[in-house]
């Protein structure tokens, strides 16, 4: 299998991710206080958005370098 066609099949891959969960959520923590042996901290939810039209170009030019990786000359 030629290069272009693995990285293809990543794509689409990533391309499907992308629709399916549509941004990465990840948690901060962060100390709000500490006074000697007190400590305080917060957690948050953060998201990275990921717009769909980004997993659709995923998906589109995946396939295209499948197509092309896998033509015999």
């Known amino acids: 299998m ?3 066609a693995i990285v293809g099949i990543l ?3 990533l391309g499907v991710v992308s ?3 549509q941004g990465i959520t990840y948690t901060e923590r962060e100390e709000v206080l ?3 042996p007190i400590e ?4 948050t939810k953060k998201t990275i958005p990921l ?3 980004f997993g659709g170009l995923a998906l589109a030019a995946g396939t ?5 990786g896998t033509k015999k000359h």
């Open 19 to 21: 629709l399916a969960y």
């Open 34 to 36: 500490d006074i000697g």
């Open 51 to 53: 717009p769909p039209i």
């Open 11 to 13: 794509l689409i891959l």
């Open 40 to 43: 305080a901290t917060t957690e």
């Open 2 to 4: 030629r290069a272009a």
């Open 64 to 68: 295209v370098l499948v197509v092309v």
